[in-house]
């Protein structure tokens, strides 16, 4: 078998302060970069462009790199980590965002090593999409490029952000970010737009709800999620799907829609080992044959 591609990733890295019904945790490791490539490293070789401040946990690097993270992008600086304190008291699927500190994040211009320029899948995390556009400016002819937002920058960045949608293949949002960024509240039609605004697939992520796909070619296919009974804390539900997602298109070599059906599923498993523990306890290390057998409960779940 062809090896799979590899995966630059941009995004945050973080501590995090969360509360959930299930308890609370102070000083998590987080950020969508983080999530996304523990996450992804199952599939493929990944790389990550980031920054974190001198209190990021070394015990998290060595994860990182047991993973065969690509850390060469990641810059340690002075200051301090960049900081999310969030709650999910009020809504299990949707974080409600207490305070953010930028801290070494404010200054961020990622800067990809020679090494990560070839990368032929690239995946941008929720950051500004000024950033956004700037990474896709280092790469040098990527097969496949992803991308995630958030209603910050629906909000603030709108013309930029339309310009990097106009550079994807698929943007990964959640419900209501989708119904922002369409002004449609009906999904399907919030997707028709978000299509029409560049990229070739709109993946809508619904929380426990699951996830939808709509492609250019008018597939449609809606993904449960797995129906947990305890979930601990949904941070980096989203990133880890999108790990998950992109992850096994990457294994694949292949960008059809059957792959993209498929690739939902990996998110859907992925998501699932997440918000079963509080921060990366979830897909710190996964057993494969427990991957396995949870894409066959999924398979299992959908088939009539
Ligand atoms: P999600 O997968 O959407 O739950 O992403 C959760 C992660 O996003 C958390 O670990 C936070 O540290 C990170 N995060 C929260 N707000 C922001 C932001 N404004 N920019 C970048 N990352 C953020």
């Known amino acids: 078998m062809?090896?799979?591609?590899?995966?630059?990733?941009?995004?945050?890295?973080?501590?995090?302060?969360?509360?959930?019904?299930?308890?609370k945790a102070d000083n998590a490791v987080g950020g969508a970069a983080v999530y996304f490539s523990l996450s992804a490293s199952y599939f493929t070789k990944v790389r990550l462009v980031g920054v974190a401040g001198r209190d990021f946990p070394r015990q998290t690097i060595a994860l990182l790199r047991k993973r065969k993270v690509d850390l060469e992008g990641l810059d340690i600086t002075s200051g301090s980590t960049f900081r999310w304190r969030g709650s999910y008291l009020k809504d299990l699927n949707q974080a409600e965002t207490l305070q953010t500190e930028?801290?070494?994040?404010?200054?961020?211009?990622?800067?990809?090593?020679?090494?990560?320029?070839?990368?032929?899948?690239?995946?941008?995390?929720?950051?500004?999409?000024?950033?956004?556009?700037?990474?896709?400016?280092?790469?040098?002819?990527?097969?496949?490029?992803?991308?995630?937002?958030?209603?910050?920058?629906?909000?603030?960045?709108?013309?930029?952000?339309e310009k990097a949608l106009k550079k994807v293949d698929l943007i990964c949002i959640n419900e209501g970010e989708a119904r922002q960024l369409s002004g449609e509240s009906q999904l399907p039609l919030a997707a028709q737009r978000i299509l029409k605004m560049g990229p070739g697939a709109v993946v809508i992520k619904r929380g426990e709800y699951g996830a939808n796909l709509f492609t250019k070619d008018?597939?449609?296919?809606?993904?449960?999620?797995?129906?947990?009974?305890?979930?601990?804390?949904?941070?980096?539900?989203?990133?880890?799907?999108?790990?998950?997602?992109?992850?096994?298109?990457?294994?694949?070599?292949?960008?059809?829609?059957?792959?993209?059906?498929?690739?939902?599923?990996?998110?859907?498993?992925m998501g699932s080992f997440v918000v079963e523990q509080f921060s990366i306890g979830g897909t710190a290390r996964i057993p494969p044959a427990k991957l396995r057998r949870r894409f066959a409960d999924f398979a299992r779940f959908t088939r009539l």
């Open 102 to 161: 930028l801290n070494v994040f404010e200054t961020f211009q990622p800067k990809l090593p020679e090494s990560y320029r070839d990368a032929k899948i690239v995946f941008l995390a929720n950051i500004n999409p000024e950033l956004q556009l700037d990474v896709l400016r280092q790469v040098r002819s990527p097969r496949f490029v992803a991308m995630d937002t958030m209603n910050l920058w629906i909000d603030i960045a709108r013309p930029t952000l």
């Open 218 to 269: 008018r597939t449609f296919f809606a993904q449960p999620a797995y129906p947990l009974e305890i979930v601990r804390d949904p941070t980096g539900a989203g990133d880890s799907f999108a790990g998950g997602l992109i992850g096994s298109l990457a294994k694949e070599r292949s960008f059809s829609d059957a792959a993209l059906k498929r690739a939902l599923v990996w998110g859907s498993v």
């Open 2 to 23: 062809a090896s799979p591609l590899d995966i630059c990733v941009v995004g945050s890295v973080a501590l995090d302060d969360v509360e959930t019904p299930a308890g």
